[in-house]
């Protein structure tokens, strides 16, 4: 059976990840692929009690290295239990969030100790890497009121972090893209929804043609 895509979406906070995740979604199932769309941290029971730890509350509450210990064991899970049969069943997996967010957010952001980031990289994803990564990116600036303006979730926690740690979010995003150009792919995320997507779904087009 052919291996389906493994399709994630990076960025910073409000940079309208979630949006066209379920825009390629919708898209692809439109044109007759079967796709499971799941998030990080999340994705299962067990990576859905994490995320609430991680993006609730005091953003003092954990260290950076703690932090990506619990990201790492969501991941785990995730890939072990959602991601990993889904691929193998030749499904096209989009993930709002992968292993990148916790190199940028934990480690270049946070100052967590890379060498353990890398560890709990090799033990979480089984070797995975995606297909494609999407990384949005927008003024940090532009994000924050974005995500303060929908009002609606009490997932604030790395938002209430402060402007420094966000535009260090977004060099840090911004340099895995570069170091990896066959995988990532930067979106400018300040373009209209509509643009956006286009500029994602060329994208994705790309990927299934090179299979």
């Given at each position: 059976?052919?291996?389906g895509?493994?399709?994630?979406?990076?960025?910073?906070e409000g940079?309208?990840?979630?949006?066209?995740?379920?825009?390629?979604t919708?898209?692809?199932?439109a044109?007759?692929?079967?796709?499971?769309?799941?998030?990080?941290?999340?994705?299962?029971?067990?990576?859905?009690?994490?995320?609430?730890?991680?993006?609730?509350?005091?953003?003092?509450?954990?260290?950076?290295?703690?932090?990506?210990m619990?990201?790492?064991?969501?991941?785990?899970?995730?890939?072990?239990?959602?991601?990993?049969?889904?691929?193998?069943?030749?499904?096209?997996?989009?993930?709002?969030?992968?292993?990148?967010s916790?190199?940028?957010?934990q480690?270049?952001?946070?100052?967590?100790?890379?060498?353990?980031?890398?560890?709990?990289?090799?033990?979480?994803?089984?070797?995975?890497?995606?297909?494609?990564?999407?990384?949005?990116?927008?003024?940090?600036?532009?994000?924050?009121?974005?995500?303060?303006?929908?009002?609606?979730?009490?997932?604030?926690?790395?938002?209430?972090?402060?402007?420094?740690?966000?535009?260090?979010?977004?060099?840090?995003?911004?340099?895995?893209?570069?170091?990896?150009?066959?995988?990532?792919?930067?979106?400018?995320?300040?373009?209209?929804?509509?643009?956006?997507?286009?500029?994602?779904?060329?994208?994705?087009e790309?990927a299934?043609?090179?299979?």
């Amino acid at each position: 059976m052919t291996r389906g895509l493994f399709i994630t979406l990076e960025g910073g906070e409000g940079t309208g990840k979630s949006t066209q995740a379920l825009r390629l979604t919708d898209r692809l199932k439109a044109s007759g692929h079967d796709v499971v769309l799941t998030r990080e941290p999340g994705g299962t029971p067990q990576g859905e009690a994490l995320r609430n730890l991680l993006v609730s509350g005091d953003p003092g509450a954990w260290s950076a290295n703690a932090e990506a210990m619990l990201n790492a064991a969501a991941r785990e899970t995730h890939v072990r239990q959602v991601i990993m049969p889904a691929i193998a069943a030749g499904k096209t997996v989009i993930s709002d969030r992968f292993m990148d967010s916790t190199r940028v957010y934990q480690g270049f952001a946070g100052g967590a100790d890379m060498s353990l980031i890398d560890a709990l990289e090799r033990a979480a994803t089984h070797g995975l890497l995606p297909s494609l990564t999407l990384v949005f990116d927008l003024a940090p600036e532009v994000g924050l009121a974005r995500a303060k303006a929908r009002g609606t979730t009490n997932e604030d926690r790395f938002e209430r972090k402060g402007l420094p740690f966000h535009a260090q979010l977004r060099k840090g995003f911004l340099l895995i893209a570069r170091a990896d150009p066959q995988r990532c792919a930067v979106i400018d995320a300040s373009q209209s929804p509509d643009d956006v997507f286009s500029q994602c779904w060329s994208r994705v087009e790309e990927a299934m043609q090179r299979g």
